[in-house]
């Protein structure tokens, strides 16, 4: 692998690390709600989303919006980072120059294969890696 390709890779790696991190810190706050609200809590059973927010904002603070973000981030960092790289690799293989021009093979299964090994590993919420 020339060194070119491994520099890819690894800014693939910590971008796309970083990108799920943002998206999921930035609904994270309506993910916790939603959290509140399936389990029934007993403060949140008759509240709805802006209500159960604000309840959160005076009980806890801003800091509570983001309550359990850390752990996320555990399980979304690994996801994103090997998403984003394996749609490069995917998208490097299959994809070559043929007089001048790229000749695109394969262009939607890039992103199906994508998720695919991003999901193959285990992760803490499917111990197995099935699903």
């Known amino acids: 692998m020339e060194e070119a390709d491994s520099s890819l890779i690894l800014k693939s790696l910590l971008s796309g690390g970083l990108a799920g991190m943002a998206g999921k810190s930035f609904v994270a706050p309506l993910d916790r709600v939603k959290i509140l609200l399936q389990t029934h809590n007993e403060g949140f059973k008759q509240k709805?989303?802006?209500?159960?927010?604000?309840s959160i904002v005076a009980e806890e603070g801003v800091s509570g919006l983001f309550r359990g973000n850390g752990v996320q981030m555990l399980r979304?960092?690994?996801?994103?980072?090997i998403q984003f790289s394996s749609y490069e690799v995917f998208k490097r293989i299959l994809d070559y120059k043929s007089e001048g021009s790229v000749v695109r093979w394969f262009g939607l299964p890039r992103g199906r294969w994508a998720a695919c090994a991003a999901w193959s590993p285990p992760t803490p919420s499917t111990p197995s890696g099935l699903g």
């Open 48 to 54: 709805g989303v802006l209500s159960s927010l604000g």
């Open 76 to 81: 979304v960092f690994p996801y994103g980072a």
